[in-house]
Nanobody, 127 residues
Framework: QVQLVESGGGLVQTGGSLRLSCAIS????????MGWFRQAPGKEREFVAA????????YYANSVKGRFTISRDNAKNTVYLQMNKLKPEDTAVYYC????????????????????WGQGTQVTVSS
């Protein structure tokens, strides 16, 4: 049974930073890529960032490019999302997810291709 548990969310002022963590437990093969998605109230879930198993390739939504950085430490079974220069529009519940379908077209931004999801962590950016 694979479990993904996010942590690190909270309340921060505009321009501030947060680092989210996603702890991976259970049996997960070493070909799983990881992604972060977010969902704001009244909006659909949207792609934020993704990273390959080896960590050598990362993908970002245009809205966070240059401000957010995704990374992973496979020895610790943890994926991170460093968020800098936060804006009120970044306010959302952030979810981490795992997929082994990384061969598909634009797999990284397609939520339906992810097999496992965490419960989410709230990020609130005040203006």
């Amino acid at each position: 049974q694979v479990q993904l548990v996010e942590s690190g969310g909270g309340l921060v002022q505009t321009g501030g930073s947060l680092r989210l963590s996603c702890a991976i437990s259970g049996s997960i093969a070493n070909n799983y890529a990881m992604g972060w998605f977010r969902q704001a109230p009244g909006k659909e879930r949207e792609f934020v960032a993704a990273i390959t198993w080896s960590g050598d390739v990362a993908y970002y939504a245009n809205s966070v490019k240059g401000r957010f950085t995704i990374s992973r430490d496979n020895a610790k079974n943890t994926v991170y999302l460093q968020m800098n220069k936060l804006k009120p529009e970044d306010t959302a519940v952030y979810y981490c997810a795992a997929t082994n379908k990384w061969g598909r077209f634009r797999w990284y931004e397609t939520a339906s291709l992810y097999d496992y999801w965490g419960q989410g962590t709230q990020v609130t950016v005040s203006s």
